[in-house]
C-alpha cells in the first residue's frame, strides 16, 4: 500500500445549517452540531454514521455508557475532593483540642512523675 496523502485541507459544511467549518473542526462553529465522530472505543474519526466504520460499535450506544462512566468519575473525584477538604476541616477544627489533650497529658504525665519522685 501506497502511503495515504495528507488529507485535504477544505472546508466542512455542516449538514445541519449548512455553514462551512474548517475541515479539522469537530462541531459546527455555528449551530455546534458533531461534525466528527469518534469511535469512544478506537477512536476512529469518520464525517458520517452511527456505527463505527474500523470496529463497528455503535456510537449512541457507547457514548452513553462512556458520559456514565465520566458522569461517576467526576461524582467520585467530587466526592473525594469533599472528604479531603471536609478532613482537613475537621483536622484544623480539632487542632486545639488535640494540641490541648497532649498538653493535659504531658503536665498529667508530669505531675504523676513529680508526685512519684517527691514520694
Ligand atoms: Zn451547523
Ligand atoms: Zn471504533
Given at each position: ?21 474548517a475541515a479539522t473542526a469537530q462541531f459546527c462553529i455555528h449551530c ?88
Amino acid at each position: 500500500m501506497s502511503a495515504a496523502p495528507a488529507p485535504p485541507v477544505s472546508a466542512v459544511r455542516c449538514p445541519v445549517c449548512q455553514q462551512d467549518n474548517a475541515a479539522t473542526a469537530q462541531f459546527c462553529i455555528h449551530c455546534h452540531a458533531i461534525l466528527i465522530r469518534r469511535c469512544p472505543k478506537c477512536w476512529h474519526e469518520q464525517r458520517a454514521g452511527n456505527v463505527c466504520e474500523q470496529c463497528g460499535a455503535n456510537f449512541a450506544l457507547c457514548w452513553e455508557t462512556a458520559l456514565e462512566r465520566s458522569l461517576r468519575e467526576e461524582d467520585r473525584v467530587q466526592w473525594a475532593k469533599f472528604g479531603a477538604a471536609a478532613g482537613a476541616f475537621v483536622q484544623i477544627l480539632l487542632l486545639p483540642f488535640t494540641s490541648l489533650g497532649g498538653l493535659l497529658r504531658a503536665l498529667v504525665a508530669r505531675l504523676v512523675a513529680g508526685r512519684l519522685s517527691g514520694r
